[in-house]
């Protein structure tokens, strides 16, 4: 006997993404704002003055990737427990990528999914991280292999949080602004290697534009099965890169400037990309002090670490790699032998 469990149905996920001064807020439920102390300590009470709500309650993990874990997670969780949170409740993730994806992942699994709204805090997140509905942590094995695709209710992008980022936090939002520029628009691009980000009407075009950017390749590729993987351009050498490192020697938006650096080297190496095209995007990671380099110990960990990606499957790796300013190719047939010639130009020798 063949029992049927017809559960097609159309879910309307979609919700704004606001570029602008943050709005006032008013919930008819709990809330719960997940920050770190830096962020609590520069903008936690700008953003309670915004908010009303039945009850709010703070809740503050440690501040940085190294804490992007399973302890950070329970944090999150236990604090909703002793609140006495219901399925009605609400998660605020308020700071940059770290904090917006751990939210994000226990407002997934709270009760089996509750709402939650992203407030980001970085460059990084306000022009990537908070828009698409990735969430997770990291291990031992490698970043983000622990996760779900959990969409906010809503994105609040306000540049005043920007103005306290540190040169290197800005940088790195930078380098994420400039993948979205090479994976998909050319005149982009362009436009970039005149534009001065440090003018804030020209800063918020370029969140404005990348933020378009992700939601036109979101809307069609929701859970990452073909044109959203494209997003991961600098990212799969960039995560070996974090890896390596633990997470401590680069900024994620540092380690996939050197992932890109990595990417066009092997998109010269094919013919795909020209030595001109791969010059101007590391004059572009460059002038904002990006990192464009790194040593490899060993090549050959370096490439084995490649299988724990996630798009990667069984034997075959996955990469992202240019064919020209504005067009990538998602692949997972570039022999080897192509990789570790690339690889070796950033061992030690």
């Known amino acids: 006997m063949i029992i049927d469990i017809n559960l097609k149905k159309e879910i309307d996920l979609s919700y704004q993404v606001t570029i602008d001064t943050l709005p006032e807020l008013s919930f008819d439920t709990k809330v719960a704002i997940v920050t770190n102390p830096t962020v609590s300590a520069l903008h936690l009470e700008y953003l309670l003055s ?16 190294e804490y992007k874990n399973w302890q950070s997670i329970e944090m999150i969780l236990e604090g909703m427990f002793e609140a006495r949170f219901n399925r009605n409740s ?8 770290v904090i917006g994806d751990m939210t994000g992942f226990a407002a997934s699994i709270y009760q089996r999914g509750i709402d939650f709204v992203q407030i980001p805090t970085t460059l990084l997140a306000q022009v990537d991280a908070s828009v698409g509905g990735k969430t997770g942590f990291n291990n031992k094995y490698g ?43 050319a005149d982009f691009f362009a436009w970039l290697e005149e534009a001065d980000l440090s003018d804030e009407k020209q800063l918020s075009d370029a ?3 990348s ?7 979101v809307a069609q590729d929701e859970k990452e ?9 600098g990212h799969t050498f960039g995560h070996v890169i974090e890896n390596e490192t633990n997470y401590t020697g680069f900024l994620h938006g540092e380690a996939v400037a050197i992932g890109m650096m990595m990417a066009n ?8 990309m020209s030595d001109e095209e791969a010059t101007r995007v590391k004059a572009l990671l460059e002038r904002y002090e990006l990192p464009t380099t790194y040593e490899i110990k060993d090549v050959d960990s370096f490439y084995e670490t490649f299988y724990l990606d996630k798009k990667s499957a069984d034997s075959a790796i996955t990469f992202i790699i240019p064919k020209s300013l504005g067009d990538v190719e998602i692949t997972d047939e570039i022999d080897e032998s ?7 130009q950033y061992a030690v020798n």
């Open 90 to 97: 609400l998660l605020i993730a308020f700071g940059g990528g």
């Open 211 to 217: 933020v378009q950017t992700k939601a036109w390749v």
């Open 225 to 233: 099965r073909g044109l959203r993987a494209a997003l991961n351009y």
């Open 338 to 344: 192509i990789i570790k010639k690339v690889l070796k």
């Open 265 to 272: 080297d092997t998109a010269v190496e094919l013919g795909w």
């Open 143 to 185: 970043k983000n292999l622990v996760g779900a695709f959990h969409q906010p209710q809503a994105v609040y992008a306000d540049a005043h949080f920007l103005k306290t980022l540190p040169k290197r936090e800005f940088a790195a939002g930078v380098a994420e602004v400039i993948k979205m520029a090479v994976c998909f628009d």
């Open 50 to 65: 915004k908010i009303k709500a039945k009850e709010i309650h703070v809740i503050t993990v440690p501040d940085g990737e």
């Open 207 to 209: 969140v404005a534009k």
